[in-house]
């Protein structure tokens, strides 16, 4: 099946930096990414949609600023959380859609992020 | 907009028991329709899907059928084991998850 990876899968860091994740598609193109936020009791919240070549969709809520979303690739996406508080510690995961066949979405194993 | 209606767990059951999870469905044409589960410590992972109306997805002894009449993909087993274990997504293609429901199987 294909395969999604993330980098790194979990990372702290002070509180006022920047921390980068990526997202790739190991086998495949991937036409479409997404980032979603897993709160702690459970809750799957998608945070944006990103097209290889241009600008990220964000849900409402998301503040793209502080959620910067690169997808450079059709094999990579990244996402930057800029000035990270406390409140965003939290487990990223990413997804990623065919380029071709039936779509549907093959998941990372999401990144674990703490901010101290 | 699209998004999808989970019950929220929650579910606790014995082994051996039936299991329905309900998820409803308000979207634009009929987009595919999926089940992901996460077990614990893992990823979501794919469980089943089902592309159009009428059809029905099953995997591990999971179904759910697409049913446009009253816009619902429940998820069903009839007899559930302590490794179903897990946290279940229903999700609509491309944008909104359910908020996921815990289910807990009690040997």
């Known amino acids: 099946g294909a395969v999604v990876s993330q980098h790194p899968s979990w990372v702290i860091c002070k509180s006022g930096t920047s921390v980068k994740i990526e997202c790739r598609s190991l086998d495949f193109q991937a036409t479409t990414m997404f980032w979603y936020r897993q709160f702690p009791k459970q809750s799957l919240m998608l945070m944006a949609t990103s097209n290889e070549g241009s600008k990220a969709t964000y849900e409402q809520g998301v503040e793209k600023d502080k959620f910067l979303i690169n997808h450079a690739s059709l094999t990579l996406s990244t996402l930057t959380v800029t000035s990270a508080h406390p409140e965003d510690s939290s487990f990223y995961i990413c997804?990623?859609?065919?380029?071709?066949?039936?779509?549907?979405?093959?998941f990372g194993p999401g990144t674990r992020l703490l901010v101290l | 907009g699209n998004s999808v209606t989970q019950m929220e767990g929650p579910v606790t059951l014995s082994e051996e028991a039936f299991l329905t999870i309900n998820c409803t469905y308000t979207?634009?044409?009929?987009?595919?329709l999926f089940w992901y589960v996460q077990y614990p410590g893992e990823g979501l992972q794919l469980l089943l899907k089902a592309t159009k109306a009428d059809d029905k997805g099953s995997n591990k002894g999971f179904e759910a059928t697409y049913r446009k009449e009253t816009t619902s993909f429940h998820l069903e087993k009839g007899s559930v084991q302590v490794s179903d274990s897990a946290v279940y997504f229903c999700?609509?293609?491309?944008?909104?998850f359910g908020a996921g429901t815990r289910l807990t199987v009690k040997p």
């Open positions: 997804s990623a859609s065919r380029l071709a066949g039936v779509e549907t979405q093959y």
């Open positions: 979207a634009t044409g009929y987009p595919s």
């Open positions: 999700a609509l293609k491309g944008s909104g």
